[in-house]
């Protein structure tokens, strides 16, 4: 997650040094200040995206919770969140925001559930 002008939160998986290459590209790229945000955080996953000024993760589902949210996001090329982030983390500062969001997450959606859990309102349930 990158927070406010001058913030950054950074959601890892730190699988062959992806953390420190990471925010080793996030400095020389930026200025803003870099949160890296563990599974332990205190803090609502909510409150540091909708701080954020972008979300960078390795991860699917953070991106995709930014990208809800409004958030640019940046992810590793196995992120599902790729067709809608940009995976060069030295252009944090020109992130792009998609105006595909609302499709991408229909698609998401429509791939996750079941038909029995569509029509038992699981679904409805996870995404309301």
Request: charged share 25%; glycine share 2%.
């Amino acid at each position: 997650l990158v927070c406010p002008p001058s913030n950054f939160v950074v959601r890892y998986f730190n699988l062959h040094n992806w953390l420190d290459n990471t925010v080793n590209v996030l400095e020389k790229n930026s200025d803003r200040k870099i949160k890296i945000r563990g599974k332990d955080s205190v803090n609502s996953l909510e409150s540091d995206i909708d701080n954020a000024w972008a979300v960078v993760t390795s991860q699917s589902n953070v991106a995709i919770d930014a990208l809800i949210r409004g958030k640019p996001s940046f992810c590793d090329k196995i992120s599902m969140a790729l067709p809608l982030s940009l995976t060069d983390f030295a252009k944090i500062e020109q992130p792009i925001y998609p105006d595909t969001r609302e499709q991408f997450i229909e698609t998401l959606l429509a791939n996750q559930f079941t038909l029995k859990e569509i029509e038992n309102g699981t679904a409805w349930e996870k995404v309301k």
